[in-house]
């Protein structure tokens, strides 16, 4: 993913169609696929950048009360809900 603005939010399935097999029968579900770019996409944000992660299902579930700023921290514990989240 690439883009640049002020305020980046992202959003990521978490409904149980997401356990499926991504396109061509791949090896990673849906889920995961999405999560390793989220992942790589955290990664290479500026510091200075805002950001926000939002996941849905049947209901969006922000993970922060707004975007926050792309500290280290920041995305290194956004980093760390992906990993305990299965995504």
Do not use: N
């Not at 993913?1 to 356990?19: E, F």
């Not at 061509?24 to 849906?30: D, E, N, T, V, Y």
């Not at 990664?43 to 707004?66: C, E, S, Y």
């Amino acid at each position: 993913l690439s883009g640049r603005g002020r305020v980046i939010v992202y959003l990521l399935d978490v409904s149980g169609s997401m356990r499926d097999l991504g396109p061509g029968g791949g090896a990673l579900s849906k889920r995961l696929g999405a999560g390793a770019e989220l992942r790589r996409s955290l990664l290479a944000l500026p510091a200075d950048q805002r950001f926000g992660i939002v996941t849905f299902a049947h209901q969006a579930r922000p993970w922060t009360a707004g975007p926050v700023r792309a500290s280290f921290r920041a995305r290194a514990a956004c980093i760390d809900r992906l990993a305990a989240t299965g995504a």
